[in-house]
């Protein structure tokens, strides 16, 4: 078994507003000198430690534990997966 | 007649709502604790508000997996009336016993202020006792208010009456100025204000009349009000 870190990337779907982002674009980036940005979204990131016999299973297992337990809200989120080794 | 006020590690308005169950309608209400099973002679079951689990992952999300959960979901299927009030509301949506989902405040911030309802559906257990159109003057308290679902859901409860309560003026960018919803049988109703915080003319000299309605539609339904 190896150890690997899946980072699991909750985001808003599209067409969801994500008012963070868009305060972060607005008054902070765009009232600076960087107008080439055009937009920002914010998101959430849970790092899982697991151990596991390949990437593939590891990433398989998060992604059961994620929508089994509901980690995000699929009405409203979708998610990412990225796995490292440890 | 008993009515179950369930209680979470983090509920903050269970006692406010056992209070005005008790001493201001003299119903039998016992608390329960969510890791212990519900007793079946239960006649309505109330879910607080508050910050279960401290809000941790997304308000109401972890809560929803609560053993209690379970129980509730046979009592709704049965019928009885389940009512969620705030957290409770958040809890009901991220266990699937209620459309849609809850999500920040369109401005960021935590809103405590009051708001003006207005009944849109008055069959269920908790508006029985109102008038369609009629305005309930009550407080709300969050941070994860704004009532959201796609557009095919938001047609689903148009078509089967499923708005309960809308805010006169939108106060935080919920779909439709949404404020509380229920299942398709409508024994399941989930509210963003406090109606436990404004039936006592102490606290709301105004008008308390409004929100003793909804507890009265409770009691109405559970056969105790003719």
Same mark, same amino acid.
């Given at each position: ?16 507003? $994500? *008012?963070?982002?868009?305060?972060? #674009?607005?008054?902070? /980036? ?12 914010? =998101? ?16 398989? #297992?998060?992604? &059961? ?10 009405? @409203?989120?979708? !998610? ?7 | 007649?008993?009515?179950? /006020? /369930? ?31 519900? *007793? ?5 079951? +109330? ?14 999300? %972890?809560? =929803? ?10 009592? =709704? $299927? ?14 009901? @949506? ?22 003006? #309802? ?17 305005? %309930? *003057? ?6 994860e208010g704004r009532y959201y ?13 499923q708005i309960v309560f809308r805010? @006169? ?11 509380? !919803? ?19 003319? &102490? +606290?709301?000299?105004? $008008? ?19």
């Open positions: 078994m190896t150890s690997f870190e899946v980072h699991v990337t909750i985001e808003n779907k599209p067409g969801i507003s $994500d *008012p963070e982002g868009e305060t972060i #674009l607005n008054d902070l /980036v765009l009232k600076g000198a960087y107008k080439t940005v055009s937009k920002i979204m914010t =998101a959430k990131m849970l790092k899982f430690t697991v151990q596991e016999k390949d990437q593939r299973a590891a990433q398989s #297992l998060i992604q &059961e534990v994620c929508d089994e337990l509901r980690i995000y809200n699929p009405v @409203v989120s979708k !998610v990412s997966f990225d796995v490292l080794k440890a | 007649m008993k009515v179950g /006020v /369930v209680v979470f590690p983090g509920s903050n308005c269970d006692r406010d709502m056992y209070h005005v169950l008790k001493d201001v309608f003299k119903t039998d209400t016992k608390y329960y604790w969510h890791e212990k099973p519900l *007793p079946k002679n239960i006649d309505a079951i +109330i879910l607080p508000g508050g910050f279960s689990y401290g809000d941790r992952l997304r308000a109401g999300a %972890i809560a =929803a997996n609560s053993p209690v959960i379970k129980d509730v979901q046979k009592m =709704a $299927d049965k019928g009885i009336p389940i009512l969620g009030v705030c957290n409770g509301f958040q809890i009901l @949506v991220e266990s699937g016993l209620l459309p849609g989902v809850l999500l920040k405040n369109r401005s960021l911030n935590f809103m405590c202020r009051w708001t003006n #309802l207005v009944v849109e559906n008055n069959k269920t257990p908790f508006s029985n006792q109102f008038e369609i159109g009629q305005k %309930i *003057p009550i407080p709300i308290a969050n941070g679902a796609d557009d095919e859901t938001l047609q689903k409860l148009k078509k089967y009456n805010y @006169v003026e939108s106060v935080n960018g919920s779909s439709n100025r949404i404020a509380g !919803v229920c299942n398709e049988d409508g024994n399941v109703v989930g509210m963003m204000p406090h109606p436990e915080r404004a039936v006592e003319y &102490e +606290i709301n000299p105004t $008008d308390n009349n409004a929100s003793t309605l909804i507890f009265e539609s409770m009691l109405t339904k559970m056969g105790v009000y003719n």
